[in-house]
């Protein structure tokens, strides 16, 4: 089945996400479907609230733009209740664009260097130092765990001025060439 992307408006994309174990129902194909949405809809990284299930899980393949950034060539990543500790506050912008947030792409400030500790599709436990374009990568898809956005990182001028663009994402208003989910008609 193809799982579409939970689009910006829709609740599940604000709430945290729960840690899961072995016992979660039917994880590998949960993973291998969040595999096939990520490559379908043309992403380096997906976490599950884009596809509405609110549980700690992220898959990345940052190998696209390994040729920009040395750092992740070859990098492909199931991520299980990882937990991110920021290990210098030096701040680089960059342009970042979601699935979530289809159509826009925006300058997000991140730290450089983080550490990460996470278990993989196994439940094998790992821990890496991750620096540049892949320390940013996970943490905009460890943000999305915590009921974050990156639109949630850059100034309220900036944000005012694509509020237009948030809106017609909401209203249903925004075309995409992957499937995606809606948020929800107010009533
Ligand atoms: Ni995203």
Request: charged fraction near 30%; glycine fraction near 6%; proline fraction near 7%.
């Amino acid at each position: 089945m193809k799982l579409p992307v939970y689009l910006y408006g829709h609740p599940v994309l604000r709430r945290e996400s729960e840690p899961i174990d072995k016992t979660y129902p039917e994880l590998s194909k949960l993973i291998d479907d969040m595999w096939a949405c990520m490559y379908e809809s043309e992403g380096v990284g997906l976490a599950a609230p884009q596809i509405g299930r609110n549980i700690k899980l992220i898959v990345i393949d940052a190998s696209p733009v390994g040729d920009d950034f040395p750092e992740c060539a070859g990098r492909k990543l199931t991520l299980i209740n990882p937990e991110l500790e920021v290990l210098d506050g030096e701040r680089e912008v960059r342009s970042e664009g979601c699935l979530s947030l289809p159509g826009l792409s925006e300058n997000v400030p991140r730290v450089e260097h983080i550490r990460l500790r996470w278990l993989d599709e196994n439940f094998e436990p790992h821990e890496e130092e991750m620096s540049g374009f892949l320390a940013r990568i996970v943490q905009h898809e460890y943000d999305h765990l915590i009921g974050k956005l990156y639109i949630d990182h850059i100034s309220p001028i900036r944000k005012q001025l694509i509020k237009g663009k948030l809106n017609n994402i909401i209203s249903g208003k925004t075309r995409c060439n992957y499937p995606v989910k809606y948020a929800p008609k107010k009533k």
